[in-house]
């Protein structure tokens, strides 16, 4: 978004309406494994991840929207176990956090002041776009409330 440095990744996932024939997995249990590992303190990537490489008892879950016709988010909010904030926004304010105390420290670091500069922009695009929906609507982003919310 800020340089030009880096292009898209090229890797597509497959378009399919259902789950492959190697992988016979039950609804059910992948709802109560996502339950399972969001209370582990997993985010919702982690958990799909985890879904992909060990799976439920055994099989691996390729795609869970393909298995529960759901999202990871979505079975997180039905159970009451979603996380307060979206993953990426959560994401960009650990940077942010990890960026000013860096700059904090060293003050003449004027590259890390200027990516701080991008990060905090990124946090108050993204506050402004869930503002009302995932976020409540009076939230605005700053350093204090940012080192709260990710302690």
Known sequence: MHTRRRG???SDRPDSEEPPEWSDVDPDAVEE???ELAEAGHSPSEIGVKLRDEGV???PVP???LVTDRKVTEILEEHDAA???PEDLRNLMAKAVRLREHVDENPQ???NKRALQNVESKVRRLVD???GDEIDAEFTYSYDTARELLD
Do not use: A, I, M
């Open 8 to 10: 898209s990744s090229g």
């Open 33 to 35: 494994r996502v339950v």
């Open 57 to 59: 008892t055994g099989t």
């Open 109 to 111: 670091d004027v590259q």
């Open 83 to 85: 996380p307060e904030l």
């Open 129 to 131: 776009y869930y503002q």
């Open 63 to 65: 795609d869970v929207k």
